[in-house]
């Protein structure tokens, strides 16, 4: 499994028999070293809820690429309406694609999608577990610390994605009690320094999970693969 930051919360993941990016904020994130083009041949896109620093470049990619959005039915409808393959879930649904299991978890947070014609309500928002390769990357999107990341401890998650930023997310404090709720073999913390509002250390996170979690700390363009051998290139 093949993981690459693109900034902010965006990735690109790699397995053996796909190719997906979740949150692709490409257009106006200050921290993007990807392209719109640069994923003509992805095969899914992953948006966890409506905010446009998730959704961000998510239908000129799928208009390119042909790539199915798997999101929430809200959303799913919204980007239906311009011709958007969708792939509907909800909150504890889970589905098995032809790459694997996904299941969309909880999140603490809103999900309004801000369109030309108003703000639009985006259900709820969510996270993801996915398996790729028999592993299982857990991307949290945005949310707040909950008790219910206990439970994908018994997942045996390989990779949790994690947002460290605060004020609209787990703080590095909340992140790493989420860290050790989940007890991953490797978190990479994610959805910090974007922004002003939102600048956070990932090496002070990396110190408060120290001796319980391994943490990755990505630069954009970096690529790690998992399990973990090295950094492959940024």
Do not use: W
Not at 8 to 15: D, E, K, M, P, T
Not at 123 to 146: C, M, Q, S
Not at 150 to 167: Q, S
Not at 191 to 210: N, Q, R
């Amino acid at each position: 499994m093949l993981v690459r930051y693109l900034g902010h919360s965006a990735f690109h993941v790699r397995g053996e028999s796909v190719s997906f990016l979740i949150d692709p904020f490409l257009t106006g994130n200050p921290k993007s070293v990807g392209k719109i083009d640069d994923f003509d041949d992805v095969d899914y896109i992953f948006v966890t809820h409506g905010h446009g620093d998730h959704i961000g470049d998510t239908q000129e990619i799928a208009r390119r690429s042909g790539a199915t959005v798997v999101c929430n039915y809200e959303i799913s409808v919204y980007l239906s309406r311009s011709g958007t393959k969708c792939h509907a879930m909800h909150i504890g649904g889970s589905f098995e694609f032809p790459f694997g299991k996904v299941k969309m978890t909880p999140a603490l947070h809103g999900s309004d999608i801000y369109s030309p014609d108003g703000v639009i309500p985006g259900g709820a928002a969510g996270g993801f577990l996915i398996e790729v390769d028999g592993r299982k990357l857990y991307h949290a999107g945005d949310t707040g610390l909950t008790l219910d990341m206990g439970l994908l401890k018994e997942d045996e998650v390989e990779v949790a994605i994690l947002p460290i930023g605060g004020n609209f997310t787990m703080d590095v404090e909340d992140a790493a009690k989420a860290a050790n709720l989940i007890r991953p073999n490797h978190v990479i913390p994610m959805h910090y320094d974007t922004f002003e509002v939102i600048e956070a250390s990932p090496e002070e996170f990396a110190v408060a999970v120290s001796g319980t979690v391994d943490v990755v700390i990505m630069a954009p363009g970096e690529t790690v693969e998992f399990p973990l051998v090295e950094v492959l290139d940024q």
